[in-house]
């Protein structure tokens, strides 16, 4: 599927006539007062948290910098609608988990938040809804009962260079999640990361279930 999302990335700017990272910017994190982006050459550094990649062979966290790696050479050779997965579409957003939390509540609320409308409701619906009955994933958005017990959540999951995040949310109750971890072993249980998982289960019984 990552595949997909570089060749919409390009379409993007095909269509647009506008770099994917600044569509994204002036079309989502703007108007969601969103501070992040995939053009790691135009954020604050000092911002950046430092990531760990496992190594399990030596069962020891080492630094991960390609992370952050700078794409200034890249884009000044940049061709548009050709060489867009400079970028990584498939997951090159760098992004703090209370911003993502923005991001996550535009979902929840099918497409507005912060008083905008970032998609239309229609767009949200069909991306929230399963086209896989094995994994239940829609475009970008999957739904999982394998989360927290009892409940069927909606979101996505991320992992790149070592980074691990979490994003679900339960639209009917109005309740969402999201958890970044610069660092884990990644053992896996029913499809998730089994730290994620935990974080999860944790936050939900210790600050929604109560």
Known sequence: CNLNYNMTGAIIERYSGERFDQYVKHHVLDP??????????????????????????????????????????????????????IFSPTGGMKISATDLAKYMIMHMNLGKANGKRIISKKSARIMQTPLSTDENYGLAILKTDKLIEGKTLTGHTGSAYGLFSTMFFEPSEKFGIVVISNGCNPVYDNGFNVFMKNTVNSLYKNLIAQ
Not at 32 to 44: E, R, T
Not at 58 to 76: C, D, M
């Open 32 to 85: 969601l007062n969103i501070y992040g982006g995939y053009c790691v050459d135009s954020l604050d550094k000092n911002r950046f948290a430092t990531i760990y990649d496992f190594n399990k062979e030596t069962v020891k966290f080492i630094n991960s910098p390609n992370a952050y790696a700078p794409r200034s050479e890249e884009i000044s050779h940049y061709e548009m609608g050709k060489t867009t997965p």
